[in-house]
């Protein structure tokens, strides 16, 4: 297609990840069409973005009306409304009872980066842990505290001083076969201990930034006795225990916030993505205390929390209440969990099914036993969908992404596993071409 060929030459090959030459005219609800008029269900939500779904009458109009009184005037120097409306419910709806604050940015990574520096400066240390096979996005800041692809750093370093990556728990493929989930939990606090005892002082640690659920490693959950135990360290020694909720937050997995499925009370949330179905919005909510201390122009961005945005996340947060996207979430994803469940038991290349809510991952594999990533299932199987129209990606070479906008009906949904089940069957049967390899190049 001519426009594909055109974006190809006219753009840089670092920003982006193809999966299929889709070019995207117009989207509603959880159903998007292409430009020739194809219409495709969608699993990816806009890579986790908009969880209302696709142009929300409500967000939409939420968006004109502040458009036409005032698109910006920098939040930096002025007050206003939609600022504040929507400050007041972030407030309310982040975990913990205490009294909390909000900084805002443009989009997930400027985010992080806004909490080291708040941790940094909260708590007079300099030192940050994260972990292996995290994303935290494309700034400096929160690609130093990624630790996912080789890509992302290779050449352009020196990254961000004094951050350390320990491991995090994946009870699917456990750091020693046969482990229990609370082994596996188990040993990788005992990593972190071995590393506050030998190389990471715990008294010059500000903050763990953690994703409740890995997203893009593949969707791996980890134990909750891993979320209490790190917590309790956390306390042990004043550090900081930051959820890093752009993937997971705003429902995605049927509460508020990621964290909240572990009943463990962060210090503070990391919002991007989905907080304004799609508009450019990002913040951090933290303890009141925490940002205190945080003097201008420590963070602050221009266009940050421009009431436009404001608008959409207020309107975001209302649908969300409104349409009970958090319940349907629930429901919906326990049904999907469900049927591939059934489907794992007649293909073997099925490995693991995971996930809560509707943030789920189908972890395919070229033997159970070893549980090597099986790329070419994986790539085959999103190219077969989507000539289906079902928009499907996968993580980490092999964990099909299931994402979907929370409005999703069970009909749209039940219609996609169709497909997905269609298509795993082809590509049992040998029916889907080498020639698909060339195009999928997955993330
Ligand atoms: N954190 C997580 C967990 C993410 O999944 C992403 C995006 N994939 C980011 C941060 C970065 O967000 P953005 O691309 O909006 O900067």
Known sequence: MKLIEEEK???????????????????????????????????????????????????????????????????????QEPVVRLSRELVSIAPGPHPKRVFYGLCGSDANDGAIKMARVATGR??????????????????????????????????????????????????????????????????????????????????FIIEPIQGDAGLIVPPVKFMEDLRALCDRHGILFISEEVQQGFGRTGKWFGIENFGVVPDAVVLGKAIASGLPLSAVVARAELM??????????????????????????????????????????????GRFREMQKRYAFIGDVRGIGLSIGVDLVTDRDTKERHRVAASKICYRAWEKGLLLSFFSGSVLRIQPPLVITRQEMDRALDIIEESMEEFERGRIPDSVLECVKGW
């Not at 750091?175 to 989930?181: D, F, K, S």
Request: proline share 9%; aromatic share 8%.
């Open 9 to 79: 030459a006219l753009s840089s090959p670092g920003a982006k990840i193809p999966y299929y030459p889709l070019a995207i005219a117009r989207g509603k609800g959880a159903v998007v069409e292409d430009l020739d008029g194809r219409s495709y269900i969608d699993l990816l939500a806009s890579a986790g973005a908009v969880n209302t779904g696709h142009c929300h009458p409500k967000v939409v109009q939420a968006i004109r009306d502040q458009a036409e009184k005032l698109i910006l005037y920098t939040p930096v120097y002025m007050y």
């Open 126 to 207: 300099p030192k940050i842990v994260s972990f292996i096979r995290s994303y935290h996005g494309s700034t400096f800041g929160a690609i130093s505290l990624s630790a996912i692809s080789l890509p992302m750093t290779r050449s352009i370093g020196p990254l961000l001083p004094e951050i350390f990556h320990v491991p995090y728990p994946d009870p699917y493929r456990p750091p020693v076969a046969g482990m229990t989930p609370d082994q596996v939990s188990d040993y990788c606090m005992e990593q972190i201990r071995i590393a506050f005892e030998s190389s990471i002082p715990a008294d010059e640690v500000a903050a």
């Open 292 to 337: 205190e201390g945080m003097e201008a122009p420590v963070h602050l961005f221009t266009a940050a929390g421009n009431p436009v945005c404001c608008e959409a996340g207020r309107a975001t947060i209302e649908v969300i209440r409104e349409e009970g996207l958090l319940e349907h979430a629930s429901e919906l994803g326990e049904h999907v969990l």
